[in-house]
């Protein structure tokens, strides 16, 4: 909650709203599942304080990314009411670490590469952990039910693929999905809010994406 307080700063501006950061256990020291529910206790929790859920979003990068779709569907499949919208950027959701960029952006991305997403895998998982459970790998869930999703990613990042997958199986699954690709950027750009363009736009267009889901102007 402290490295990104300035980014979901942004958010919360432009949005017009106020930002919930989810300071959750992290791995090596707690793994799988005690993220994804931290992250539905603090959803039951705003619930509690009468937010509707239709004006909360979910928002995540990187592995954040990943746990904003896995913790909606743990939402889900706990007969919670479903938030308005789901917002992952530069999403990491393949445990099985096998998607296509990882392979062909190999020499673009400056910062992950995929001896570095299995060892993400083994903290993150644990030694007993199953790199196919649905809740830590939504490839592996029905995502029928989700809320719209807008999906964002850098050209040159060897987790390209998994938003691409990702939106394409949410599509299938009668999503409302909107995935935008920013040819030559890197890992979590959007962390330059405020400093470069490029974060800029994307900022914006989450702005104006998820305001109407919102019922905001």
């Given at each position: 909650m402290y490295t990104h307080r300035k980014l979901y700063g942004h958010f919360a501006k432009g949005v017009g709203c106020r930002a919930l950061?989810?300071?959750?256990?992290?791995?090596p020291e707690h793994v799988h599942p005690a993220q994804?529910?931290?992250?539905?206790?603090?959803?039951?929790w705003l619930l509690e304080q009468g937010i509707h859920a239709g004006h909360i979003a979910i928002v995540g990068d990187s592995a954040g990314g990943g746990?904003?779709?896995?913790?909606?569907?743990?939402?889900?499949?706990?007969?919670?009411?479903m938030?308005?919208?789901?917002?992952?950027?530069?999403?990491?959701?393949?445990?099985?670490?096998?998607?296509?960029?990882?392979?062909?952006?190999k020499d673009r991305d400056l910062l992950l590469n995929r001896e570095w997403l299995n060892e993400m895998v083994q903290m993150r998982l644990g030694k007993e952990?199953?790199?196919?459970?649905?809740?830590?790998?939504?490839?592996?869930?029905?995502?029928k039910g989700l809320p719209p999703l807008y999906l964002q990613v850098g050209g040159d990042e060897v987790l390209l693929a998994d938003s691409v997958d990702l939106a394409r199986r949410a599509k299938a699954a009668g999503i409302d999905v909107r995935l935008d690709i920013f040819p030559g950027m890197q890992h979590t750009f959007q962390m330059a809010a405020g400093r470069a363009p490029e974060a800029d736009d994307a900022m914006a267009r989450y702005v104006n994406w998820v305001k109407p889901k919102?019922?905001?102007k």
């Amino acid at each position: 909650m402290y490295t990104h307080r300035k980014l979901y700063g942004h958010f919360a501006k432009g949005v017009g709203c106020r930002a919930l950061i989810v300071h959750y256990r992290r791995s090596p020291e707690h793994v799988h599942p005690a993220q994804v529910n931290d992250v539905v206790t603090a959803y039951r929790w705003l619930l509690e304080q009468g937010i509707h859920a239709g004006h909360i979003a979910i928002v995540g990068d990187s592995a954040g990314g990943g746990l904003a779709v896995t913790s909606t569907l743990l939402i889900r499949d706990k007969g919670l009411p479903m938030p308005a919208a789901v917002m992952p950027f530069s999403a990491w959701f393949d445990m099985e670490v096998t998607g296509e960029s990882v392979k062909s952006n190999k020499d673009r991305d400056l910062l992950l590469n995929r001896e570095w997403l299995n060892e993400m895998v083994q903290m993150r998982l644990g030694k007993e952990g199953n790199p196919k459970d649905r809740y830590a790998n939504p490839f592996y869930d029905d995502l029928k039910g989700l809320p719209p999703l807008y999906l964002q990613v850098g050209g040159d990042e060897v987790l390209l693929a998994d938003s691409v997958d990702l939106a394409r199986r949410a599509k299938a699954a009668g999503i409302d999905v909107r995935l935008d690709i920013f040819p030559g950027m890197q890992h979590t750009f959007q962390m330059a809010a405020g400093r470069a363009p490029e974060a800029d736009d994307a900022m914006a267009r989450y702005v104006n994406w998820v305001k109407p889901k919102l019922g905001l102007k």
